[in-house]
């Protein structure tokens, strides 16, 4: 069940491929909650992204460590993040720390490490994750 359903968000993901643009001195910190789409993610989202690097966590020890490490061109939570938080769920990945945080903390959180000029992404539709990061990569539409 869980494989159909990934294979089903990353048909959502391909649905709005989008070519054009070049990207590749970019760098996206993602935040999601499902080791195995953040690894296919990461291999099908560059080429879409005009060859933007995307570095995929899963917990917030790694999110954090990330933020602290480098400035990033976006910072992408992922559609399952986003739908546990609008759920008022857990992010899966939470520590003691950030128990009980929503978006609204994790994006105080990027802000207070990478600046209020850093672009972050958000959306609760596969669909909607190539459009958002073009836009947020200043890559033109698809």
């Known amino acids: 069940m869980a494989d159909a359903s990934r294979d089903r968000m990353m048909g959502d ?3 709005s ?4 643009g070049d990207a590749s001195t970019k760098v996206v910190l993602s935040r999601g909650c499902d080791p195995v789409m953040a690894e296919r993610a990461g291999q099908m989202l ?13 917990n917030d020890a790694d999110f954090f460590a990330r933020l602290k490490e480098r400035k990033y061109d976006a910072v992408f939570f992922a559609p ?5 938080s609008a759920g008022r769920q857990p992010i899966p990945g939470g520590d003691e720390a950030t128990a009980g945080w929503t978006l609204v903390e994790y994006r ?13 992404v958000e959306t609760t539709e596969e669909r909607l994750i190539v459009p958002k990061l073009r836009e947020a990569l200043g890559l033109p539409p698809a």
């Open 13 to 15: 993901i391909a649905s």
């Open 17 to 20: 491929a989008a070519c054009g």
């Open 46 to 58: 560059p080429p879409m992204i005009g060859g933007a690097q995307l570095i995929g966590v899963t």
């Open 80 to 84: 399952g993040a986003c739908r546990f």
């Open 108 to 120: 105080a959180k990027v802000r207070e490490l990478q600046g209020d000029d850093v672009a972050i």
